[in-house]
């Protein structure tokens, strides 16, 4: 079983930062891959930010520049750097996590497991 708890969501005004956490608590593995996503209020959950099993990272167009993920493989944890906010970047934010060996971003599907969500408002 594999519980993923997100943290360090809040409201921000349009050009400020805040930086998202996800724990996981499972054992650890060495292939896994991670992955940011978001939902806005009557949109698609979409892709923000992944880092796949060879620690290379992936953005989507519209954070390019402004997002930044990272992690802690020893603290099994997932970071989101946000800079530069926009309003629409709100949304309610996920991290998502796969066991299986893969390169490259992949669709929400692709993810087996799935935090509960933290909430980001940007306010202009």
């Known amino acids: 079983q594999v519980q993923l708890v997100e943290s360090g969501g809040g409201s921000v005004q349009a050009g400020g930062s805040l930086r998202l956490s996800c724990a996981a608590y499972?054992?650890?593995?060495?292939?896994?891959?991670m992955a940011w996503f978001r939902q806005a209020p009557g949109k698609e959950r979409e892709g923000v930010a992944f880092?796949?099993?060879?620690?290379?990272?992936f953005y989507a167009d519209s954070v390019k520049g402004r997002f930044t993920i990272s992690q802690d493989r020893a603290k099994n944890a997932l970071y989101l750097q946000m800079n530069s906010l926009k309003p629409e970047d709100t949304a309610m934010y996920y991290c998502?996590?796969?066991?299986?060996?893969?390169?490259?971003?992949?669709?929400?599907?692709?993810?087996?497991?799935w935090g509960q969500g933290t909430q980001v408002t940007v306010s202009s």
């Open positions: 998502a996590a796969d066991f299986r060996y893969g390169l490259g971003p992949r669709p929400p599907s692709m993810y087996n497991y």
């Open positions: 499972t054992y650890s593995y060495s292939s896994y891959r």
């Open positions: 880092i796949d099993s060879a620690a290379n990272t």
